[in-house]
């Protein structure tokens, strides 16, 4: 008993070193000072901020920041729109198709983006949307993953619950939006910050996409990082990392309460 239990704390710690370690290691190498070897220590022997502010006089930094706020609010705000109503419909009995739709959904989680990212640019070229930060938003505007998120909470919510609603003479909207969405407020929260993240630290398809580099995101401005010093100086390229991460993190703590419910609910079925 003792054993099992020393174990599962040993495997515990392991895994919080391997997921942890390699951002800690590269905090650590962000505030080191300027005379100090990056490799010789994990401590730094005169902690020191000024590599962050370095960042902000290496490239554009708030420009690239807003760039990619905006591309990661409309890909929050309109996968919270259309997953919602997607999974909504799918969660739905009665309508004939319904299986088939949703099988066809699922298949498309078997192809990776690789493969399908020349087909994708040349819709977006057709559009016009090359070099725009729309082009980046548009084909992570809703995602299959939170189409299936959103499904699998609406099927959490109890029959009775509608029921009551049907009978107290609701339609299918205010059903719709009065109940099962905020039934399902967790589920969202986690929607909204896969959104954020995966909008966030995408770098391949703005990289396909953005020729400009007025129009770059943060992920595509962080590549340049080490190419706009005129050493590479692995500190700054460390502090810019370290920049990125930090709104990801707030943002996760602010909605972790919200996320694990969501989980929670989708991992529940009637």
Not at 76 to 94: D, I, P, Q, T
Request: glycine letters at 8%; charged letters at 10%; proline letters at 4%.
């Amino acid at each position: 008993m003792v054993a099992g239990l020393a174990g599962r704390y040993l495997t515990l710690c392991l895994v919080l070193v391997v997921m942890l370690g390699p951002i800690v290691w590269q905090f650590l190498t962000s505030i080191k000072g300027r005379g100090e070897n990056v490799y010789a220590g994990l401590l730094p022997s005169a902690p020191t901020l000024d590599n962050f502010a370095r960042v902000a006089e290496s490239f554009p930094l708030l420009q690239y920041v807003g760039n990619t706020l905006v591309v990661a609010v409309l890909a929050v705000g309109s996968n919270c729109v259309f997953a919602a109503m997607g999974g909504y419909a799918l969660s739905r009995a009665g309508w004939p198709g319904r299986r088939v739709v949703f099988t066809v959904l699922v298949a498309t989680l078997m192809f990776p983006f690789e493969s399908v990212m020349i087909s994708m640019f040349l819709t977006v070229r057709s559009m016009g949307l090359v070099d725009t930060l729309v082009g980046v938003w548009l084909p992570g505007a809703v995602s299959v993953l939170n189409l299936m998120i959103m499904r699998a909470a609406f099927l959490a919510v109890p029959r009775e619950i509608e029921e009551a609603a049907v009978l107290d003479g609701a339609n299918e909207w205010q059903r719709f939006t009065r109940v099962f969405v905020p039934a399902a407020r967790g589920a969202l929260a986690v929607v909204c910050l896969t959104s954020f993240m995966g909008a966030w630290d995408d770098f391949l398809w703005p990289l396909i996409v953005l020729t400009n580099s007025e129009h770059y995101t943060l992920q595509l401005g962080l590549k340049t990082l080490a190419g706009a010093t005129t050493v590479n100086d692995q500190r700054i390229v460390a502090a810019g990392a370290m920049a990125a991460l930090l709104p990801m993190m707030a943002l996760f703590f602010a909605l972790q309460r919200f996320f694990f419910k969501g989980v929670g609910e989708g991992a529940i079925k009637t």
